[in-house]
């Protein structure tokens, strides 16, 4: 080995040292050791605490720290790049290869800081950017994987090749031999033993050898796929920006490379672990219905495992653990996790991934109706940052009108006007704060209306801002939209449901919820199963302890189309379908009389779509699991994770319900229109429920 690249091995295994210290939450030693260099590994090191600390933290001065950076490890990597054509190749790559992937890193994160804006223009760098590195990663993917990633392991690999998450079958996957992991842990290809003839000069390296090699073939993998799922997850409004560019993306070979990159042991198998998560606990949370839930959490857990193993004191990893947990519906199991990563003993420098705990803390036990400690901590998230302290007021505030404690809530609304101001994206409020002041002057409004002043409003609400979000917002997934840049919108009970907050909860946890919003009048005409009948008493039903005497608990159409969706999702959730629908479509007549939840229809639509899979899933299933052979022979397919064949009927009965859903998604979409509150969080969802369609016809076409 030359004296040159020994130099640049050693300076490759420092900032790995500091990478290390980073991801176990050894904050102020990750910087340290960045900071004693000034090579190109640890200037881009230098940024990428700094990017974390912005995407993380949520902090503006940060953004601008990160974009700086950045910028100069950008600069770095360039140099080298010119450098390295007058050296001899410190690998089996051609001369500089190690340096363009540097640079496309430094590119690719670069663009997205300034999505971190999260303003339209800032968008518009950010598609610059990216598109800058296009013809990069493009250069550097045909360079490391001339024959493509379908025979390189994934980190839950087993008897096939792993497929894309979420977006098709293990039917259609190509058979091959399960790859054994190398002795430095990560996994080799099969591809040359397959003796697949190469289509030019460039030598097909199926294993990497030594650091330098593993950086650039994980390194291509990650940013090859970390730029088309960017572009794939982009708005509406900006991805029609992308047909000016020319750039069509690939969401299944973004996954499929973001898993390979995974398997690898380097810096960049952590942030495409990292990476999928968010993706996946997204996918786990918006879609509302997924394909093949049990593989999206044998790939979660498989990514989490490695990672935790690797850095047990991580607070990222150990966020994911509690994800999965919750998903998995063990909500008590995840709220453990995340009580003992906050433990006073463990190391908490990097307090921006702490927050995520904090909050996934504070969701949980909300999920769990533990209203009164999910208040003090989401009152406690205002201590640890200073990103918009009205919508933590907010919430904290809903878990108290929960509690009928409405003291407490009213001083924290009277607190929400003097913070409302202080946070700003590009000279505009928050999308968040600017729902929090419509649904505050609506409170107002109701209590003038009902006692001719708007003083203590916080005793006319019913539906509270706590209720309806019998799960968690996940603040990681609000990390994935830094990540995958789209308007962040959120706040109250009524934004829980865009997170899909009702699909994991327990069946007593649902009845509690039925009980409380069927008590609130006027009564239902419909009915729910899960509840016994009312009392009836000489002039009709007797009224709930749960309503005011003398009033109309719910006296706008907007809280009562509000009422019937969250009974709608939260019966679903039970299984109970035919009420659900009942309930939904009820939600769905109300876009002709409300006036301020104009989001409402369309989300009904959309619930109603994912009612439809539900149901045929329940009732349908995967047909005969002894039809297929469970020894690897004949075919079959894998439906939620169950090995079965379908026969003809149940196959045109699918398709229908395929049909109908799409309609339902449709109406959903014309329904909400960017003039209407939360358009684009719902456009995202219904994109990513249209992958799982799509996913799920095919498992049903290859049955």
């Known amino acids: 080995m030359s004296h040159f690249a020994h130099d640049v091995k050693r300076q490759l295994e420092n900032a790995t040292r500091g990478f290390d210290e980073l991801f176990n939450n050894e904050l102020e030693d990750a910087r340290k050791t960045f900071d004693e260099h000034t090579s190109p590994f640890h200037l881009l090191g230098a940024g990428v605490v700094a990017f974390l600390e912005a995407a993380l933290g949520l902090e503006a001065n940060m953004v601008a720290e990160a974009s700086q950076a950045l910028a100069e490890s950008e600069t770095s990597a360039k140099n080298e790049v010119r450098a390295a054509k007058i050296v001899p190749s410190t690998t089996r790559f051609p001369a500089g290869t190690e340096w363009e992937l540097l640079h496309s890193d430094a590119v690719i994160l670069h663009g997205i800081s300034h999505a971190l804006s999260e303003s339209y223009m800032g968008y ?23 024959h493509g990633l379908d025979h390189f392991a994934t980190p839950s690999s087993s008897v096939t090749s792993s497929r894309a998450p979420s977006l098709h079958s293990q039917a259609s996957s190509s058979r091959v031999s399960t790859p054994k992991s190398t002795r430095s842990g990560f996994f080799s290809r099969f591809g040359s033993s ?14 990497p050898e030594g650091s330098l090699e593993e950086l650039i073939m994980s390194g ?17 409004a900006i991805r029609n920006v992308v047909g000016f ?14 898993a390979v990159s995974a398997a690898h042991n380097d810096v960049h198998s952590v942030f495409a672990g990292l990476t999928l998560m968010t993706y996946y606990g997204v996918v786990l949370l918006l879609s509302g219905y997924q394909a093949d839930e049990r593989h999206i959490l044998k790939q979660y857990r498989a990514i989490v495992d490695r990672l935790d193993e690797r850095y047990p004191m991580g607070s990222l990893w150990i966020l994911n653990r509690a994800k999965i947990l919750r998903m998995s519906y063990d909500t008590l199991g995840a709220i453990k996790v995340l009580r003992d990563g906050l433990k006073p003993d463990r190391s908490h420098t990097f307090i921006q991934a702490d927050a995520l705990l904090v909050f996934e803390l504070a969701w949980t036990l909300l999920s769990q109706r533990e209203y009164e400690e999910a208040a003090e901590t989401f009152l406690k998230m205002t201590e640890i940052n200073s990103w918009s302290h009205a919508t933590y007021y907010f919430i904290a505030a809903g878990c108290f009108i929960s509690l009928k404690n409405y003291e407490r809530a009213q001083k924290l609304f009277d607190a929400i006007p003097d913070v409302l101001d202080k946070k700003k994206i590009g000279g505009k409020d928050l999308p968040t704060e600017v729902f929090i002041k419509k649904k505050l002057q609506f409170y107002k409004d109701k209590q003038t209306r009902l006692t001719g002043s708007e003083n203590y409003y916080a005793r006319c609400i019913r539906i509270s801002p706590a209720e309806g979000t019998s799960g968690y917002f996940d603040r990681a997934a609000l990390f994935s939209h830094r990540l995958f840049p789209q308007p962040r919108l959120f706040g109250d009970s009524e934004l829980g449901i865009f997170w899909n907050t009702h699909s994991r909860i327990c069946e007593d946890v ?15 005409t419909i009915t729910s199963p899960l509840l016994p009948p009312s009392p009836r008493g000489p002039d009709g039903p007797e009224k709930s302890p749960i309503s005011t005497p003398g009033s109309v608990d719910l006296d706008t159409p907007d809280e009562q189309a509000i009422r019937a969706l969250l009974l709608g999702i939260v ?5 109970e379908y035919d009420s659900s629908r009942q309930f939904l479509n009820e939600a769905h007549r109300s876009h002709h009389s409300v006036r301020t939840s104009t989001w409402v229809a369309g989300v009904a639509c959309f619930e109603l779509a994912v009612l439809e899979l539900k149901e045929a899933e329940a009732n349908l299933g995967p047909g005969s699991s002894g039809a297929s052979s469970l020894n690897g022979q004949g075919t079959g397919i894998v439906i939620n994770g169950i090995d079965g064949v379908m026969d003809d009927a149940k196959k045109d009965k699918w398709f229908k319900v395929f049909e109908v859903a799409h309609n339902h998604l449709d109406a959903a979409l014309a329904l909400a229109p960017q003039s209407v509150d939360l358009s684009s969080r719902l456009d995202t969802r219904v994109a990513m429920l249209k992958d799982e369609i799509a996913s799920k016809r095919e498992m049903v076409e290859t049955a």
Do not use: W
Request: hydrophobic share 40%; proline share 7%; charged share 15%.
């Open 124 to 146: 518009l760098q950010c598609l610059y950017a990216l598109n800058s590195a296009h013809s990069k990663f493009t250069k550097l993917y045909k360079t490391v994987y001339p």
């Open 245 to 258: 560019f020319g750039f069509k993306h690939d969401r299944k070979v973004a996954l499929r490379a973001l």
């Open 220 to 236: 291509t993998a990650f940013g090859y796929g970390m730029f088309n799922l960017v572009f794939s997850l982009l708005p509406a």
């Open 571 to 575: 019966h679903r959730t039970a299984a």
């Open 194 to 207: 397959l003796g697949i003839p190469t289509a030019d000069s460039t030598p097909v390296i199926s294993t």
């Open 510 to 524: 649902a009845r509690q919820h039925i009980e409380e919003l069927m008590g609130y009048s006027p009564p239902l």
